[in-house]
């Protein structure tokens, strides 16, 4: 697609229940990323995909969260049992190789409530 | 670890102003810098971005110098809009990971 398309936009969910967000990042870019916006500070690393490599999970803030990409292309990032401080933006982004010569193209995100 | 500092927001200029957000880094090795903005109801874009010390990113008449000696990416503009009120952060690349500042929020009045 012509940009990195992000769904749902916007998710209320109930404290204690499980969560999908999606990306779909632009056709051709072998790296995706997830990072996090809480209300009033900077955005957090979550988790990087780079091909068939394997991803770094090492923003991930527990066990409740996991993501996986299928086929080099969509990503679901999976929160279980949701808490309200699990509320945020849920950022996608994707780059053509290296972000660092090429930049990264975000997508409008997911902004999740627990409730 | 690496780490970006950038200034309080927010800051409020009238339209024509000259405009300086600053933007100081920590990091080990050689990581790219960027200026990313992020309009009311709109996701991040990249605005400007920078490879390597001396080298300057420039867009849309906005411009940021990578700063070696001062560890810093100051974010200038000669004349701002009513257009160019957002939210502007700089980040850092750290091997894959994006760094980022706590944002500034511009606001520009006609």
């Known amino acids: 697609g012509a940009g990195v398309s992000q769904s749902p936009s916007n998710k209320v969910t109930e404290k204690g229940k499980d969560v999908e967000l999606r990306c779909d990042p632009i056709s051709g870019h072998t790296a995706l990323y997830w990072y996090r916006q809480s209300l009033g500070q900077g955005l957090e690393f979550l988790i990087y995909f780079q091909g068939n490599s394997a991803p770094d999970k090492s923003g991930l803030p527990s066990d409740r969260f996991s993501a996986e990409r299928t086929g080099g292309s969509v990503s679901t990032l999976t929160i279980q049992r949701t808490q309200q401080e699990d509320s945020a933006v849920y950022l996608c982004?994707?780059?053509?190789?290296?972000?660092?010569?090429?930049?990264?193209?975000f997508g409008s995100g997911t902004r999740l409530t627990v409730v | 670890g690496d780490s970006v500092t950038q200034m309080e927001g927010p800051v409020t200029l009238s339209e024509e102003a000259f405009l300086t957000i600053n933007c100081t880094y920590t990091a080990t090795g050689y990581p790219s810098l960027f200026w990313y903005v992020q309009y009311p109801g709109e996701g991040l874009q990249l605005l400007l971005k920078?490879?390597?010390a001396d080298d300057k990113g420039s867009n849309k008449g906005f411009e940021a110098t990578y700063r070696k000696e001062t560890t810093s990416f100051h974010l200038e503009k000669g004349s701002v809009q009513v257009s160019d009120s957002a939210v502007y952060f700089c980040?850092?690349?750290?091997?894959?990971?994006?760094?980022w500042g706590a944002g500034t929020k511009l606001i520009i009045k006609p």
């Open positions: 920078a490879t390597k």
């Open positions: 982004a994707s780059s053509l190789g290296s972000g660092q010569i090429y930049g990264y193209t």
């Open positions: 980040a850092l690349d750290s091997n894959y990971q994006l760094i």
